[in-house]
């Protein structure tokens, strides 16, 4: 296995120089020195250049990504800003291009529902962009709504479930591609740029870019905002289409932007395939077995998992970049001549490392377009929630009392989404996927409650019984792993068993005031299980197998209803009191890891 190269200031691994015959082009890689003393002539260029990264997530100024032992400040619209400015200066053809899950996540961007984003690419020249899954994340316009009323469609415009998107592509100067994106039915969406692909024309270069959306969609966003749209019915058939006619068109290599991944562990470099013998799973994977020969493309650009992958999947070469864009990919494809096809030849893995101010012009161009959005924001993301004693690490392989933290607080106001009943307890549970960030000791801002909950979820019940709470337990309990544990409870304590194989069974649910009250067992007595909107709509599988007999969704965000408890508490630290793990004496306290 390739070993990252430790490098602080920049992590440029040059992955693979395949494909190309030698000498069969006359790249001018390596020739600056050469290109300084005569002009470089444009009429041919023999390369072209990619650059691309994904889940931006609305990232303004740089974040601060731990690379190697030490946090960097790296990524944003304004240090990628600078890179496409060098590149570009590199003489080649240069075609920006984005996987999607750009709009949502700062809280810059999420505050204005992605416009940040749109006018910081518009300066920057991105070409494309895949629609991700978190880019419906807001709903109708207005940051105060984050779903539309039932039965707002498209042409209610601002009002729709997706009038935020809508304002958004509008406004965009690139297209939002997605292939397999339809309306229920199979129609076009019929929405401003929303485009299955695009042929981009620079410097001679005739680069085809397919756009799809992840299948998870549905699951990964509000499901009101995607109503009536349908991701799964005949997709591959889509892209392999799209794929067919732009190489009938002459457009050269041929980009799968997606929104989608790989899944497991994932390939590090373009010959990783002896680490993966029994081959690659996965959404991609899956997506690209079904696509003839000829349907596929030259290159896939994904994103979604939030994680670096280089490799190959039926001997197309793919990548996917971290976040934020921290990370970037250049891609070279190179050719002999101008009628010759051009032939992938490097990929390079980058860090877009932000010292200061931007270097370039268009750096600097870019950081002018999103100043007024950082000043109007940084007021609200300054103010000061808590001083605490000690950090609250958001993850832990038992829960933490950070995310019980935030149970605790979405069943103070499961009262917003319906009025309770007496007499039926509340239980609240919290997906720890719904919480990013730790947070440190010292003051805790807004902006850094919004790094850790970069989420607009809205606090929601399902009224069921004990039955019902213990197999939506059972099914978190399923999503364990080594280092965390899958949600945070409040008003009920679980107790767990670790198995011999070292899952984790839960043995017992016991309800706040049962000691006083037992529950009738003879009776399935009725619960209210507090939640996320995300899990109420099917998020993490949580509600499989059960019936809500009602459910409620209030227009409170976890994140204020936080806010409120931990301004109140000051404090946030420890392991979590509600979560027990017995490991049986009869069995070796350290079981075997598999
Ligand atoms: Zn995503």
Redo the contacts with the bound molecule.
């Keep these: 296995m390739r070993h990252v190269a430790s490098l602080a200031l920049v992590v440029a691994e040059l992955t693979a120089l395949a494909g190309l015959a030698a000498g069969a082009t006359g790249c001018r890689r390596g020739g600056r020195g050469v290109a300084r003393q005569h002009k470089p002539k444009v009429e041919a260029p023999e390369c072209l250049t990619v650059l691309s990264w994904n889940?931006l997530h609305g990232q303004i100024g740089p974040d601060e990504p731990q690379l190697d032992l030490n946090h960097v400040a790296a990524g944003g619209v304004i240090a990628l800003a600078d890179e496409v400015a060098d590149a570009r200066a590199a003489g080649e053809p240069v075609f920006v291009l984005d996987a999607?899950?750009l709009l949502g996540g700062s809280i810059e961007s999420a505050m204005n529902e992605g416009a940040p984003v749109i006018d910081a690419y518009r300066v920057l020249g991105v070409d494309a962009a895949a629609l991700?899954?978190?880019d419906f994340d807001f709903g109708p316009v207005g940051n105060e709504r984050p779903i539309a009323l039932p039965g707002k469609t498209d042409l209610d415009r601002d009002d729709g479930p997706r009038g935020a998107l809508l304002q958004r592509l509008r406004a965009a100067s690139f297209p939002f591609l997605s292939a397999n994106l339809v309306r229920d039915g199979g129609q076009p969406t019929g929405w401003p740029d929303h485009k299955a692909s695009v042929v981009l024309a620079r410097g001679g270069f005739k680069l085809g870019v397919v756009g799809y959306t992840?299948k998870e969609t549905p699951r990964?966003t509000l499901k009101p905002n995607v109503v009536g749209l349908d991701f799964e019915t005949g997709a591959s058939a889509a892209v392999a289409r799209e794929i067919v006619a732009l190489r009938a068109q002459g457009a050269a290599p041929i980009v799968l932007l997606a929104?989608a991944s790989l899944d497991g562990e994932l390939p590090r470099s373009l010959d990783d395939a002896a680490d993966h013998g029994a081959g690659h799973v996965g959404e991609i994977a899956t997506l690209l077995a079904q696509l003839d020969a000829n349907a596929l493309p030259d290159l896939v650009i994904a994103?979604?998992r939030h994680a670096w992958m280089v490799g190959r999947v039926r001997g197309v070469p793919i990548v996917s970049t971290d976040q934020h864009g921290v990370g970037f990919a250049k891609t070279r494809f190179c050719r002999a001549d101008a009628k010759s096809k051009p032939v992938f030849a490097t990929l390079e893995r980058r860090t877009a490392i932000s010292n200061g101010p931007p270097r370039t012009a268009l750096g600097r161009e870019v950081a002018k377009v999103v100043a007024p959005w950082q000043v109007q924001v940084k007021l609200e993301g300054d103010k000061s929630i808590a001083t605490l004693a000690r950090a609250c690490v958001a993850q832990g392989p038992l829960g933490t009392a950070m995310l019980e933290q935030l149970a605790r607080a979405t069943r103070a106001h499961a009262g917003d989404a319906a009025k309770l009943p007496e007499r039926v307890p509340v239980v609240a549970i919290v997906n720890a996927g719904g919480v990013r960030a730790s947070f440190h000791a010292g003051v805790l801002s807004n902006a850094d409650l919004f790094a850790s909950m970069p989420f607009e979820n809205a606090v929601s019940v399902c009224v069921t019984t004990r039955t019902g709470l213990a197999r939506a337990v059972g099914n978190f309990v399923q999503r364990a792993t080594r280092d965390r544990f899958p949600f945070g409870i409040a008003g009920a304590k679980v107790r767990l068993v670790r198995s011999p194989t070292g899952a984790l069974v839960v043995s017992q649910i016991a309800i706040d005031g049962d000691e006083k009250r037992p529950p009738d067992p003879a009776k399935d007595e009725p619960v209210w299980i507090a939640m996320p909107d995300f899990l109420l709509w099917g998020g993490d599988h949580f509600l499989d197998g059960i019936t809500c007999t009602s459910t409620a969704s209030s227009t409170t965000r976890l994140r204020d209803a936080w806010r409120e408890l931990i301004a109140q508490e000051q404090a946030c630290a420890g392991p979590a009191a509600n979560v027990v793990v017995e490991i049986p004496l009869d069995r070796p306290p350290n079981p075997v890891e598999e």
Excluded: R, S, V
Aim: aromatic share 0%; proline share 0%.
């Design positions: 889940d999607g899950d991700g899954n978190a992840t990964t929104h994103g979604h």
